[in-house]
């Protein structure tokens, strides 16, 4: 036999997607944090409730023309120094929480600058609920009376929800109650945190309109961090920091006794059934109140990494997301129990994000791990930066590009919301002063570029189709049976009720069968209504009876009303000196609890100081290990360098040493050069003397010349000093004078341009050039607009190593630009020979019959020809004028 099977419920269909012009922008707020000092400058005003205005600081320049730029910006909404808490949460949490009541999900997070106020944003401070204490509060406001019992509604590991009956939910609890606690147990209302009576007023509270009253809800609560770009639960139970586990000097994980080392495990993003990003293996914690949520809340925010930087004291290094996730079940038709269908369960979620704050290196002065974290935080902005960016680009330009949602972990895990999963609002926290005004400047862009993107509107849940008013109708139900019960004086409980009315129904006389068989048939109808009235006359008489009991009830009921009236008096007595007891306990209540306030808060301050103190030791140790190892480094590099300059030193005494013997031996051999050629000369003199003089004086009065001697080659022997003027020329003998005229004399007026590095010749042969010529050392525009020629004196050694003078002559024109220009037409030149050898043969002239002193015109002839051309010596040199001849070869250098 084929057993048949039991029909399922219909597995919900897919939701459609919106069409495009069901969208709506990215709701983007602003909040303006208060100056930490009056006097300091403030950069940020407020223009209107939607428009902000940024104003440079002094001393910045903010565009190229080195004008003072003022840019204006627009929000959904500004909320300036003055708006409190509550304010903010009406107009931007209360209707995502309103949405997640009614099946639609959310995403809240706050982005700034460090330093901007966004963790007080979130989170709030004690009296300053911030936008998620006072969201849990407006949940279980709106869903408290209708909350199923813990573990009815339990979570899978695949982002979904169970359903279990009240027996396996019973159960359920028995067990975890027993067992040790590997998750987290909900915390219970003996140990809730004393700070968070203070974090909400009560007169604030608020709740949701339109709660569907036959539901059930649970609500699950998870906290994660995105840290380095790793995803890690603030809620998982560890004996260790998950994030940053103790090591020891060996480089092995410190254990302690009885306990294994837990490596730090990041989790997974993964993706559901219905294509929604959630972490896999994230602890979920189903809590019943807001205390307990938010002391939940509480444990995790201790294990959130802050750290002390330069423009925080206490800076989030890590991106924090608080989940709250609402399961509603619909209950069944009699909307006592709740549906046992899994389909039919619908999940909501709303995502707080807490963002890091975006900060610069260069004013942290982050190092080692702090620098790290900043890369990364920045990294990560950066990307949700470059999705934001494509988003819009697609939207407005109609292109196609792929959104790099997964180029980070805060992307990745929130690309749903921007894909049409639910609503995205962002709160941006400034700070007004100037030292921010560059960042600020940053934020405003994406602000501003953030709300141009548009996100599909989620599409509402399918509605249950069974009957509304289901738990009412059930309630009221039992309400009246239970006050009837009352009055009749019997159990109030439900058992006994249905007992109750089962005996009434069996003093009811039986009915007759009703079963017609034939249309002619007149004895059924009868009996039946013989049976009906006779039901109906017991009624009445039960009715009545009923009656007399209620009067004989009430009656009893007044005279107990009276003895209860002399009661009450004495009872109100007591109350009285009982109120006076309760006002002293309520004082010394009220200063416990302040105490019990204050030590919280100073345990916390404690915590937070032990972190920072164990963050400075450990950059202590770090600086402390640098210190010794740059120190051992200097130590090194010293005792290098003084070996080096020991090692230079030597070396400098050795090379010294060195070139004194060579410049010595050099000199040396210069001055028996200089000697040599001295002596040459001097006999090159003496032999042009005696050519000179040997046709005046006769050949046997001609005194036999002294033979000079040559120079010695001890270098101890100094020569003998010459004067530096030439020979006199014996009396009576005729000179004529020769003058080379130089090409250069007119009646121009000459520019000599001589260089003061030329050496002073004193020869005979001088460059007529006239009294007006102008004379200088550099080349002069001035002077040249004054002359129409220009000479340059241009002196160059020549091979033989005497000095070469060329004289470069050109004519000055002016140019049609109103200068001056130089065109070179001639070089002459004047050079300085020596006489190649000592001994030369007088040639005898044709007429030799002149006696004594009376000498023919061919002898000077004869000598003037063999000695045709002179030569002045160098200036400064002791010798006189020389001669040399023609035929002979040049005397090289030695």
Excluded at 261 to 268: R, V
Excluded at 417 to 436: H, I, L
Excluded at 663 to 677: F, G, I, P, S, T
Aim: aromatic share 6%; hydrophobic share 30%.
């Amino acid at each position: 036999m084929i057993r048949p099977t039991k029909p399922k419920t219909p597995r919900r269909p897919a939701p459609k997607k919106p069409s495009s012009n069901q969208k709506d922008p990215v709701g983007v707020y602003c909040r303006v944090r208060p100056l930490g000092v009056e006097d300091e400058e403030c950069c940020i005003e407020v223009i209107s409730n939607t428009t902000i205005q940024l104003h440079a600081p002094d001393g910045l320049k903010a565009n190229r023309n080195g004008e003072f730029k003022e840019t204006q910006y627009s929000f959904k909404k500004v909320f300036c120094i003055k708006t409190s808490q509550m304010e903010l949460f009406q107009d931007v949490a209360k209707p995502l929480v309103d949405d997640l009541i009614h099946s639609k999900n959310g995403l809240l997070f706050t982005y700034g600058v460090t330093g901007s106020g966004k963790t007080f944003t979130m989170t709030g401070a004690p009296g300053q609920g911030g936008l998620l204490p006072r969201s849990l509060d407006m949940i279980f406001n709106s869903i408290g009376p209708y909350q199923a019992k813990r573990f009815v509604l339990k979570t899978d590991d695949k982002n979904g929800v169970e359903v279990q009956t009240q027996v396996d939910a019973l159960l359920e609890r028995q067990k975890r109650e027993n067992q040790p606690t590997v998750v987290p147990k909900t915390p219970s209302r003996q140990r809730l945190d004393p700070e968070f009576a203070d974090m909400i007023n009560p007169e604030e509270a608020c709740g949701a309109d339109g709660v569907d009253e036959d539901s059930s809800y649970s609500v699950f609560v998870s906290y994660i961090e995105i840290y380095n770009n790793y995803i890690y639960d603030l809620l998982e139970e560890a004996p260790y920091d998950p994030i940053k586990p103790k090591w020891n000097g060996g480089g092995t994980p410190q254990r302690q006794p009885n306990q294994e080392f837990i490596a730090p495990q990041s989790k997974l993003l993964r993706e559901d059934q219905n294509h929604n990003m959630y972490v896999a293996g994230c602890t979920e914690v189903e809590v019943k109140s807001t205390e307990e949520a938010f002391e939940v809340f509480w444990r995790g925010q201790k294990k959130r990494r802050i750290a002390n930087t330069q423009l925080n004291r206490e800076s989030s290094r890590s991106h924090s997301v608080f989940i709250i996730k609402l399961a509603q079940a619909p209950l069944d038709a009699d909307g006592d129990n709740i549906l046992q269908d899994k389909n039919q369960v619908s999940v909501s979620q709303l995502c707080l994000v807490d963002l890091a704050g975006s900060e610069r290196t260069s004013r942290t002065r982050a190092e080692g791990n702090r620098l790290r974290e900043a890369g990364n935080i920045n990294q990560s902005l950066m990307t949700l930066r470059t999705c934001i960016e494509v988003l819009r680009e697609n939207q407005m330009c109609g292109t196609n590009k792929m959104v790099p949602y997964r180029d980070s972990k805060v992307t990745h895990l929130f690309k749903n919301y921007f894909d049409g999963e639910g609503k995205v609002r962002m709160v941006v926290c400034v700070n007004p002063k100037a030292d921010d005004y560059e960042e600020t400047m940053l934020v405003m862009r994406f602000a501003e570029m953030t709300q141009e993107v548009e996100v599909a509107r989620p599409v509402d849940r399918p509605i249950c189709g069974l009957a509304a008013g289901r738990r009412q109708k059930n309630q009221a139900f039992k309400d009246e049976l239970s006050r009837r019960l009352e009055e009749r004086g019997g159990p109030v409980n439900a058992e006994s009720t249905q007992s109750v009315m089962h005996q009434l129904l069996q003093n009811l006389p039986p009915l007759p069968a009703s079963e017609i068989t034939d249309p002619h048939d007149d004895v059924t109808l009868p009996r039946l209504i013989e049976a009906l009235e006779k039901r109906h006359k017991i009624r009445q008489m039960m009715t009545q009876e009923y009656n007399r009991a209620a009067d004989m009830f009430k009656s009893k009921l007044q005279e107990l009303d009276s003895s209860l009236v002399s009661k009450e008096n004495f009872i109100q007595d007591q109350r009285g000196q009982l109120g006076e007891k309760d006002k002293t306990l309520h004082s010394q209540k009220t200063e416990i609890d302040r105490l019990e306030k204050k030590s919280k808060m100073l345990e916390y301050k404690i915590e937070i100081l032990q972190k920072t103190t164990n963050i400075y030791e450990d950059d202590k140790r770090t600086l402390q290990q640098e210190l010794e190892s740059r120190e051992q480094r200097l130590q090194r590099e010293q005792t290098e360098k003084r070996r080096m300059e020991q090692r230079m030193q030597g070396m400098v005494q050795d090379t010294k040493h060195k070139w004194e013997k060579e410049c010595e031996r050099r000199v040396c051999a210069k001055q028996l050069e200089m000697q040599n050629k001295l002596w040459v000369k001097d006999e090159k003199l003496k032999q042009l003397k005696a050519i000179v003089t040997e046709s005046k004086t006769p050949s046997d009065q001609r005194p036999a010349p002294d033979k000079p001697q040559r120079p010695s080659r001890e270098k101890d022997r100094v020569p003998a000093k010459r004067s530096a003027s030439p020979s006199p020329v014996p009396t009576g003998t005729p000179v004529r004078a020769v003058h080379r005229r130089s090409h250069s004399a007119g009646g121009e007026r000459w520019v000599n341009h001589k260089p003061s590095s030329n050496v002073e010749l004193d020869t005979v042969m001088q460059p007529i050039l006239g009294s007006n010529a102008i004379k200088v050392s550099a080349p002069s525009e001035k002077a040249l607009a004054k002359c129409d020629k220009y000479m340059l004196t241009h002196q160059d050694v020549a091979s033989d190593g005497e000095i070469q003078t060329k004289l470069i002559k050109g004519e000055v024109f002016k140019t049609r630009g109103g200068g001056q220009s130089v065109q070179f037409t001639d070089i002459e030149t004047l050079r300085q020979e020596l006489p190649t050898g000592p001994s030369r043969k007088r040639r005898s002239s044709e007429g030799n019959t002149a006696q004594g002193g009376d000498r023919m015109e061919g002898d000077w002839t004869d000598v003037e020809t063999r000695c045709s051309m002179a030569v002045e010596m160098r200036a400064g040199s002791n010798l006189g004028p020389g001669y040399q001849h023609h035929g002979h070869q040049k005397r090289r250098k030695p």
